[in-house]
């Protein structure tokens, strides 16, 4: 039953995602494109959204990604099977911190996840990119050398702490500027 | 100390609904919301829920809302808090779906993401590079960083698992170097 099936994929997203932000995309991209429920292109173009729309990245997509696969229903059950997890564990956590916090497991398996999800970003970011730059097999044609144009702009401008949202909207205006011009 | 849940949940819907970019982004707005202006949580108790929140699972708004109604007004508190801080989210994203899947086959509307996608590529590399930086400097972690990527990308190994394998080296490593010193 895909109600179930979304809860549960969710559940399991939000119990081993350490760390915010991008931390759970390799997590999501694995899940997402392993049921088929959404392309890897279209969860780039989620990531978008996602960075010009209030609220947690993972909220954010498991709303959507049940939105898109079962409607109202299913975007209810993966969001509650993201925020679950986190939930309980915190519940159970809160009751003694001060061991939690001091506890040599805990910040021992820290040390050990912190490296890893770095890893696995960088993992989802090449398969990711080679869905975005060569969507078509290795193509070297005018569309990827817009979009490495893009990148490669972006990039710099991302590490000079402009803000995300300026850069999705010069990213599109360039996208829809080199659309039009080159006739893509 | 006993707060209101309604309080909390109005007070975690304006914080998820004034965030963007999630994560860390939610923590001056919890700062000034929960802690100098209602007085729910002190400033350490804040610096508590952001280290507890960096080691449990899930996203960092979701634990904080949950740990501090957890400890302002017990269980309903936390349902409220988190309720609250999930909600617009949800809500947005729900009404935007819709917006989404009819403007998504439009010339223009193609050509914009054709863009952005590139963009994010760029967005997503930003965000790894402060990520490692944040890491220790060692031989352990850039030897777990390049085992995660090769197992993942190239051995097409579940991220559940390399998680899974990377907490427990990182338990034994502390271990044995207690053993040691």
Known sequence: MIFFELFLTFFRIGAFTFGGGYAMLPLVQEEVLGHGWMAAEDIVDFIAVSESTPGPFAVNMATYVGMVTAGFGGAACATLGVVLPSFLVILIVAKFYERFRKSELVSGAMSGLRPCVAGLIAAALVSLGRSVLFPAGFLFDARFFVSAGVFILIALLAFRKVHPILLILLSAAIGIAAGYLLGL | ?181
Do not use: H
Not at chain 2, 132 to 147: G, H, Q, S, V
Not at chain 2, 156 to 166: A, E
């Open chain 2, 1 to 181: 100390m006993s707060v209101s849940p309604l309080s909390l949940f109005l007070t975690f819907a304006k914080i998820g609904l004034f965030t963007f970019g999630g994560g860390y982004a939610m923590i001056p707005l919890i700062q000034r919301e929960a802690a100098e202006k209602k007085g729910w949580v002190t400033q350490e108790d804040l610096l508590d829920v952001v280290a507890i929140a960096e080691s449990t699972p899930g996203p960092i708004a979701i634990n904080a809302a949950t740990f501090i109604g957890r400890k302002t007004a017990g269980v309903p508190g936390a349902v409220c808090a988190t309720l609250g801080v999930v909600l617009p989210s949800f809500a947005i994203i729900t009404a935007l779906s819709f917006a989404l899947q009819a403007f998504s086959g439009l010339k223009p509307v193609q050509y914009a993401f054709f863009g952005i996608r590139a963009g994010v590529m760029a967005l997503i590399l930003r965000a790894l590079w402060t990520l490692f930086r944040a890491c220790d400097r060692n031989a352990f972690t850039f030897a777990l960083m390049a085992a995660a990527f090769i197992l993942v990308c190239v051995l097409k190994l579940s991220s559940i698992l390399v998680i899974v394998i990377c907490a427990v080296l990182g338990i034994v490593r502390a271990q044995t170097r207690k053993v040691k010193t």
